[in-house]
């Protein structure tokens, strides 16, 4: 089955500094790359995703990137704000493998003042 | 429009009681799952529906049983609980298989259910 490293699993920034959090998967054939934000309390919320036919997409002032050859993905915050401290998931899906995703085991993400 | 509910938010039990945790979406989704989140583990799959009537197995489902009699009820059953499944559960639904082969399989998750198994 799929198989999803994530890195780093903590990460400080000061404020307005940007923050790259970095994903690996092993099965070629995944075509869908959700990322989800959990506060603190709450269930995960999906931010963005990127399918396998793209190879950035942006919303504001995050963006994903993929690297099909590499097999990996990235997030990137740019201009940081303490609203985004929070824990981030990323997760592939294989074809065929309908809303089975296979989360990275998370990244805490703190924006320091 | 309430999205997913999840009930208890907090329960503690015993070894050996059996307990269920309730999920309810009001979006007419097709699809609902269980997630359990323990620390340094990710989101794990327990449990998986794709309709009512229809059940399946993810990553974890030893010690768990699901039913899935309605589309908006997907319940999880903990028969007889361990201090392993010590946890906190997420339930998540989505639209059909069909609209995800469409690119709309976004999953919607409740707040979740804190359990301690003693």
């Not at chain 1, 309390?41 to 002032?61: A, F, H, M």
């Amino acid at each position: 089955g799929e198989n999803v490293e994530q890195h780093p699993s903590t990460l400080s920034v000061q404020e307005g500094d940007s923050a790259v959090i970095k994903c690996t998967y092993s099965d070629s054939a995944s075509n869908y790359f959700p990322w989800y934000k959990q506060e603190l309390g709450k269930g995960p919320q999906l931010i963005i995703d990127i399918r396998s036919n793209v190879g950035e997409k942006k919303d504001q002032r995050i963006a994903v990137t993929l690297n099909k050859t590499a097999k990996h993905f990235s997030l990137h915050i740019t201009e940081t704000q303490p609203e985004d401290s929070a824990v981030y998931f990323c997760a592939a899906v294989p074809p065929g493998g309908g809303n089975k995703l296979t989360f990275g085991t998370g990244t805490q993400l703190k924006v320091e003042l | 429009n309430a999205g997913v509910t999840q009930t208890p938010k907090f329960q503690v039990l015993k070894t050996g009681q059996s307990m269920t945790l309730q999920c309810a979406q009001d979006m007419n989704h097709e699809y609902m799952s269980w997630y359990r989140q323990d620390p340094g583990m990710g989101l794990r799959l327990i449990h998986y529906s794709v309709g009512a009537g229809i059940t399946d197995q993810g990553e974890v489902p030893n010690g768990y049983n699901v039913s899935r009699s309605t589309t908006e009820d997907f319940p999880l059953r903990l028969l007889s609980a361990a201090p392993s499944q010590t946890s906190v559960y997420f339930c998540a639904s989505s639209y059909s298989r069909l609209a995800i082969i469409a690119g709309a399989n976004v999953l919607t998750f409740g707040a979740g259910s804190r359990l301690t198994v003693l």
